[in-house]
T-cell receptor, first 112, second 113 residues
Framework: GESVGLHLPTLSVQEGDNSIINCAYSNSASDYFIWYKQESGKGPQFIIDIRSNMDKRQGQRVTVLLNKTVKHLSLQIAATQPGDSAVYFCAEISGGSYIPTFGRGTSLIVHP | DAGITQSPRHKVTETGTPVTLRCHQTENHRYMYWYRQDPGHGLRLIHYSYGVKDTDKGEVSDGYSVSRSKTEDFLLTLESATSSQTSVYFC????????????FGQGTRLTVV
């Protein structure tokens, strides 16, 4: 069936660097793509979303890029901080159902 | 933080026993969801609710039932717990069908021995 996946299970970066977390999706009918952050022992927390008719959206220190040609989604975090260490999930919402389908997650480790 | 409380936070139970997890919200959001989280699988939807007494199945609903008798409470029941249901369970809420932002509870770690 359709699925959402991630390229890299673990990403290690130095504090201050920019981080890029990637996600591949297979459902070309998805309307929205969302990024969630999950810190250890906590529930996921919404970061940012992007509609399928957009290719870029910026938030506070984060940018999401959507490439529908290759079905690729990325989350860029500028000036990564130790507090950014967490598991990041991408999720997609398909037309007709506003329930997000989650990928497996990428662990981001920020070294001071 | 959105007002979502899951109880219990941790539970160990024996195979074959019934278990009920509770999700309580103070946000008056219409939509409520139960997910399970397992290593290598991310978050998978068990059941969801789109209103009082209105529920539907998700991707991994077998062995689970839900009830929503009040807007603020969404109960997840494992009728006869199995070891494969050992997992971390998350409740989530969202304000509207079109709102992509869901708020999650802290999770319940369930161990079935």
């Amino acid at each position: 069936g359709e699925s959402v996946g991630l390229h890299l299970p673990t990403l290690s970066v130095q504090e201050g660097d920019n981080s890029i977390i990637n996600c591949a999706y297979s459902n070309s009918a998805s309307d929205y793509f969302i990024w969630y952050k999950q810190e250890s022992g906590k529930g996921p927390q919404f970061i940012i979303d992007i509609r399928s008719n957009m290719d870029k959206r910026q938030g506070q220190r984060v940018t999401v890029l959507l490439n529908k040609t290759v079905k690729h989604l990325s989350l860029q975090i500028a000036a990564t901080q130790p507090g950014d260490s967490a598991v990041y999930f991408c999720a997609e919402i398909s037309g007709g159902s506003y329930i997000p389908t989650f990928g497996r997650g990428t662990s981001l480790i920020v070294h001071p | 933080d959105a007002g979502i409380t899951q109880s219990p936070r941790h539970k160990v139970t024996e195979t074959g026993t019934p278990v009920t997890l509770r999700c309580h919200q103070t946000e008056n959001h219409r939509y409520m969801y139960w997910y399970r989280q397992d290593p290598g699988h991310g978050l998978r939807l068990i059941h969801y609710s789109y209103g009082v007494k209105d529920t539907d199945k998700g991707e991994v609903s077998d062995g689970y039932s839900v009830s929503r008798s009040k807007t603020e409470d969404f109960l997840l029941t494992l009728e006869s717990a199995t070891s494969s249901q050992t997992s971390v369970y998350f409740c989530a809420i969202s304000e509207s069908w079109e709102n992509t932002e869901a708020f999650f509870g802290q999770g319940t770690r369930l161990t079935v021995v």
